[in-house]
């Protein structure tokens, strides 16, 4: 771990050896998980208290978590420091060795644990969201984009999938941020929104449809029906039962074994050397859409 940065406010702090410090990694939908799994500890042990690396994005979501009592940075004579970094480890899979179920047993829980996500505050009315978006009877929300461009299906699937809802009189939004680029024919809101906010949009909204990505752990956590794509990576691993699934096809890819995971870190941000051959480049909009469809 990098040299602890001094913070100001741990003078006003006593920091003990056996201090417990949660150094979190991943993105936003790992935090949904994290705060999940704390939520677990603290409803299973009320006494066991954790410090919090501090790190922006993930304040946002556990500030104020029962299980937290200080966000900082630790001083450096800390040994108890827990990563969050579960899929450094053996390969993952089903049962106990689901994502939510490894971060359980980091911190100690007897797993299979019942995976619920939580956040310690209530997802209020936006009046912002709620005049500049001109919403519909069916209001579908899409988010295509993943930090890794091997989870992504390719644009044109995306823009036929929204024609098809449209020809249906279906209102179709797209969230994310202001750097994703926007399908063609869909109302935008790249950009304009915080992750509070876009906890908002996914409650408002009747349906996602969305990539393996932070939206996708929202909407379980906000209970949001849900279709999600996958392909390098798996809903055995990552997905939620009450969501439903549509698996992009492996069995032409030679590289499946080499696409994602611990051992290949490099490739997360790289696209698909397959080109057209990427496994999310099969998966078929019109079944998107009438999976979707079935769901409103």
């Known amino acids: 771990m990098p040299t602890p940065i001094t913070d100001p406010n741990a003078i006003h702090v006593k920091h003990r050896e056996d201090d417990l410090w949660i150094n979190p990694v991943g993105g936003l939908g790992d935090v949904l998980m994290l705060s999940g799994v704390l939520k677990l500890v603290h409803d299973q042990f009320p006494d066991r208290r954790y410090k919090l690396v501090r790190r922006t994005k993930y304040s946002t979501f556990l500030k104020g978590h029962p299980a937290i009592d200080y966000i900082g940075y630790p001083p450096a004579t800390s040994?108890?420091?827990?990563?969050?970094?579960?899929?450094?480890?053996?390969?993952m899979g089903g049962g106990k060795d689901r994502a939510f179920q490894r971060l359980a047993a980091r911190f100690g829980l007897e797993t299979p644990v019942k995976e619920e996500l939580y956040v310690p505050f209530e997802i209020e009315k936006d009046s912002f969201l709620e005049r500049a978006v001109p919403w519909e009877l069916k209001n579908i929300l899409i988010a295509?984009?993943?930090?890794?461009?091997?989870?992504?299906?390719?644009?044109?699937?995306?823009e036929r999938l929204?024609?098809?809802?449209?020809?249906?009189?279906?209102?179709?939004?797209?969230?994310?941020?202001?750097?994703?680029?926007?399908?063609?024919?869909v109302y935008s809101v790249l950009g304009a929104t915080d992750p509070i906010q876009m906890l908002y949009l996914i409650k408002k909204c009747n349906l996602v449809i969305t990539a393996?990505?932070?939206?996708?752990?929202?909407?379980?956590?906000?209970?949001?029906?849900?279709?999600?794509?996958?392909?390098?990576?798996?809903?055995?691993?990552?997905?939620?039962?009450?969501?439903?699934?549509i698996e992009a096809p492996l069995d032409h890819c030679e590289l499946k074994d080499k696409c994602l995971g611990?051992?290949?870190a490099e490739n997360y941000s790289k696209p698909c050397p397959l080109e057209a051959e990427h496994c999310m480049n099969k998966i078929d909009p019109e079944k998107i859409y009438h999976l979707a469809v079935s769901k409103l």
């Open 79 to 91: 040994k108890n420091i827990i990563t969050t970094d579960y899929w450094s480890e053996w390969p």
């Open 144 to 158: 295509p984009f993943s930090d890794s461009p091997r989870k992504m299906m390719p644009f044109e699937a995306w």
């Open 162 to 185: 929204v024609w098809l809802l449209k020809e249906d009189n279906y209102f179709v939004l797209q969230g994310g941020r202001s750097m994703e680029i926007p399908i063609r024919g």
């Open 212 to 245: 393996d990505n932070f939206v996708m752990h929202a909407a379980k956590l906000l209970g949001t029906p849900a279709v999600v794509l996958w392909g390098p990576t798996q809903r055995i691993v990552y997905g939620y039962e009450n969501h439903s699934h």
């Open 262 to 264: 611990p051992h290949v």
